[in-house]
């Protein structure tokens, strides 16, 4: 089966990345280019975990559209409340998201790989909301860098951890006095206690309640992140008053 081939890591290429990442947190296709660059051999060690286990084997041979599910939003609105699809549906609806709109910002040049492993590149592309709702983290810039920490640990891709970190500082710079390199680790302790979520049946996971799936795979709540969200809206709030003031003659 063809693999990737080029399991080199671009630390120029990733310097870029995250440049141009730290001017715009938005430019979400740098940090497409970001984890791209530092992927190494990590994905191939990923997927090969996955080929070894009873449920990735079982997926492997039916290969099913985990997009196919996420973009099915009358589906998803119509589970149950307090089931993760319904929650997943009701997080993209109100940060105004869809799962296609992911897709096409992750639309950079990337190594040939075979059928399989493209899937499997493609499948963990599509968890990342999924880790948003799961694991109990917004779309704020701290709630982003939670869940790059909490995907670091499960799945080794530096370029996650570069995310995390540079996001972690600028955030504390300016959100003084709060924990917040605190709620950044604590998202990494977090995914590292948890069981392998890369492996998870999500299409059958979508019906299921929200805090029985958090209770299946070991994902506890975080505890810091809360604390400090409402002094970080406040300051999200307070800077886009102050840019949207005219300018002074």
């Known amino acids: 089966m063809p693999q990737s081939v080029d399991t080199r890591l671009h630390p120029i290429t990733a310097f870029r990345a995250i440049r141009k990442l730290t001017r715009n947190r938005e430019d979400t296709q740098q940090a497409f280019l970001l984890i791209e660059a530092l992927r190494g051999k990590t994905t191939l060690r990923q997927f090969a975990r996955f080929r070894q286990s009873d449920t990735g084997r079982a997926m492997l041979a039916e290969r099913p559209s985990l997009l196919a599910h996420l973009s099915d939003r009358a589906s998803l609105a119509a589970l149950p409340p ?59 810039p701290l709630g982003e860098a939670c869940v790059a920490a909490f995907s670091y640990a499960q799945n080794g891709q530096k370029g996650f951890a570069l995310i995390a970190t ?25 995914g590292r206690r948890a069981d392998w979520l890369i492996g998870a049946d999500w299409e059958n996971l979508l019906s299921q309640p929200l805090d029985a799936v958090r209770a299946r795979f070991r994902v506890s709540a975080p505890t810091y992140y809360p604390q400090i969200l409402p002094n970080l809206r406040r300051f999200i709030a307070a800077a886009a008053a102050q840019q949207a003031q005219p300018a002074r003659a």
């Open 82 to 140: 307090g089931s993760l699809g319904r929650a997943y549906w009701e997080f993209m609806a109100s940060e105004d998201l869809s799962a296609e709109q992911l897709v096409e910002l992750s639309k950079i040049q990337r190594p040939i790989s075979g059928d399989e492993l493209r899937w499997f590149r493609e499948r963990n592309r599509e968890m990342h909301d999924l880790l948003h709702v799961t694991a109990g983290y917004g779309r704020d």
């Open 166 to 190: 540079v996001a972690a500082f600028r955030i504390a710079r300016r959100l003084r006095g709060q924990h917040v390199m605190r709620a950044v680790f604590e998202a990494y302790r977090q």
